[in-house]
């Protein structure tokens, strides 16, 4: 009795149903996107962006709608960015979490139809070589995509291609699994089932942006001071393979401490070639021929515009079409927003954008028409020079100076980048300099190095021929001569010695800090040479 009834038993759970594997669902295409993107970290602001292989990155939010079954399932997500880092995905919005997260590794390709069709049916078509005809019949596919590809036919076995005929080779559907858009995917659950609206953000490589600036001069007024046009642009870059349509854009200034190598996390799906081989032609009596490698190597002539390929891979239940573009350039004329986010900005476009696949999108977000800034000559002189050692005097450096406030017409963050700076002429605006803006916040100084000066020469050293004693009492005389070559007056910059190192007297100005030297401005007077005299010792004199 008790081995009846532990077959009985063994019988009920033979034929109990085995566990149900999780239903697949796919998720709709976004209903809503929205891009913010990060520039490169390491790139400095008069470094260009590397259009081949950009370093920066890009967080993407999706919203999309799923329909979930009762119980568990997986829930697949298409069109998802090339470049996206799957370990920093996070889907909100279903009703039982997620139990596990996969990047689908491999796309739809040539190497995957055929892996998927393996001992299944395709139709093979080729040329009747007696009558040109197109001749259609069912194969099985025998081997993987691995070398030659085989196929068994009615005719027996054989590997495609190594007739010497056109062939096509036409699936009648796509495996299971395969897409031709990178794949993420979540299994989850829920208890009861239902339409779900879900958000899906993460992290993708690929990406960069840059600021290029432009100001326009205006004539000179009183004190020297002139009022400016500054037009800035944002420059986006997408290397992906994927477009985000109708997205809302942000972009993120400042230096961001990145510790992932995210290029390294993408790992981007696979589309593998079909590569068909075949054994080589002649017997073992006969031997194989010997090839002519210096044939080989020769350069082929271009075939022919409207040359038949030679094979032909077809999918009948899917069709895919795709238009190339070189590097789609959009411009549109829209001014940004400006949001902190923590220490960095974010500057947010006020409409809607498509961020285009290997493609650039350019974004106005500044427009100063009435920036009020003045040119600025800045000389150094050293301690330990002397005078009578000086044979010719130096050029000043021209700087280019204003104040990110309100007042002088600007007043937000400015991001770094690239300037070029014009002057109005008796024939037009010309390029006057090309210079590099850093990160500027607001309320900040803002000087821009333009040149050296071909007008404003300083000649800056100390009085006594003895050298300097850097730990006595006494004070050395030190002397600046400063020329204006130019028909108005100039301010000059002169920078006295290292802040901290030197006690300073300068008669009848006021010495000031600034980045980090003692400093002092005057003004030179046109076509003009003044000479200035002052005093400095040593810091740690006793």
Same mark, same amino acid.
């Given at each position: ?34 891009? *913010? ?6 790139? @400095? ?17 999706? *919203?999309?709608? +799923? ?11 298409? #069109? +998802? ?9 996070? +889907? *909100? ?20 139809? &055929? ?11 080729? #040329?009747?070589?007696?009558? #040109? ?22 005719? $027996?076995?054989?590997? /495609? ?21 990178? &794949? ?11 339409? @779900? ?35 800035? %642009? ?55 021929? /010997? ?43 829209l001014t940004a927003s400006e949001e902190n986010l923590g220490d960095l900005k974010l500057f947010r476009a006020p409409a809607r954008v498509n961020v285009?696949?290997? $493609? ?16 600025? @000559? ?32 600007? $007043? ?43 007008? /404003? ?17 006494? %004070? ?63 810091? @740690?004199?006793?």
């Amino acid at each position: 009795m008790r081995v009846a009834a532990f077959l009985i038993a063994l019988c009920a759970a033979c034929a109990a149903p085995m566990a149900q594997a999780r239903e697949v669902v796919d998720a709709s295409a976004p209903s809503d996107l929205s891009v *913010t993107i990060y520039r490169d970290p390491s790139r @400095y602001a008069d470094e260009e962006m590397e259009r081949d292989n950009p370093q920066g990155f890009a967080m993407i939010s999706e *919203t999309r709608t +799923v329909t979930l079954p009762a119980g568990e399932s997986t829930i697949r997500f298409i #069109g +998802v960015a090339e470049g996206m880092v799957g370990v920093s995905a996070i +889907v *909100t919005g279903l009703p039982g979490g997620t139990i596990e997260k996969n990047r689908n590794a491999e796309l739809l390709s040539p190497a995957a139809l &055929v892996n998927g069709a393996l001992g299944n049916r395709v139709t093979i078509t080729r #040329g009747n070589p007696a009558t #040109g005809e197109a001749v259609s019949e069912d194969a099985i596919v025998r081997t993987r995509a691995d070398g030659g590809l085989v196929l068994e036919s009615a005719a $027996g076995f054989e590997a /495609v291609r190594c007739a010497g005929l056109p062939e096509k080779l036409t699936f009648n559907r796509v495996p299971d699994g395969l897409s031709a858009k990178p &794949v993420f995917s979540v299994d989850t659950r829920s208890e009861t089932g239902g339409t @779900y609206e879900v958000v899906l953000t993460y992290i993708s490589w690929g990406f960069d942006w840059q600021a290029n600036y432009v100001a326009n001069l205006g004539e000179k007024g009183r004190g020297g001071e002139f009022s400016m046009q500054w037009l800035s %642009w944002l420059t986006l870059l997408n290397d992906n393979d994927q477009s985000f349509e109708n997205a809302t854009l942000q972009i993120v200034a400042g230096e961001l401490n990145i510790e992932s190598d995210f290029e390294e996390l993408a790992e981007a799906p696979v589309a593998r070639p079909l590569r068909l081989t075949c054994y080589p032609i002649g017997s073992t009596a006969l031997g194989s021929p /010997v090839r002519d490698y210096r044939q080989e190597l020769a350069m082929p002539p271009p075939p022919p515009a409207m040359a038949m390929m030679s094979d032909q891979i077809i999918v009948t239940a899917q069709r895919r079409s795709s238009t190339i573009q070189e590097t789609p350039l959009a411009v549109q004329a829209l001014t940004a927003s400006e949001e902190n986010l923590g220490d960095l900005k974010l500057f947010r476009a006020p409409a809607r954008v498509n961020v285009s696949a290997k $493609g650039l999108k350019q974004v106005a977000f500044l427009n100063k028409s009435a920036v009020k800034g003045r040119y600025l @000559y800045i000389a150094d002189c050293d301690p330990y020079d002397w005078y009578g050692d000086i044979e010719e005097p130096y050029s000043t450096d021209v700087y280019l100076v204003t104040k990110n406030e309100e007042e002088k017409g600007l $007043g937000q963050s400015l991001p770094q980048g690239a300037m070029n700076v014009f002057e109005p002429t008796s024939r037009g605006a010309q390029l006057a300099a090309s210079t590099d803006l850093r990160d500027f916040a607001v309320g900040q100084d803002i000087e821009l190095f333009l040149a050296e000066s071909a007008q /404003v020469f300083s000649t800056c050293a100390r009085e006594a021929e003895r050298r300097f004693d850097d730990e006595g009492r006494k %004070w050395t005389k030190m002397r600046v001569e400063l020329t204006n070559a130019n028909r108005h007056e100039v301010r000059v910059r002169l920078r006295l010695a290292p802040s901290g190192d030197f006690d300073v007297r300068f008669s009848g100005k006021r010495v000031r800090v600034k980045n980090g030297y003692d400093s002092v401005e005057l003004r030179i007077p046109a076509n003009s040479t003044r000479e200035f005299d002052w005093k400095l010792r040593s810091f @740690y004199a006793e």
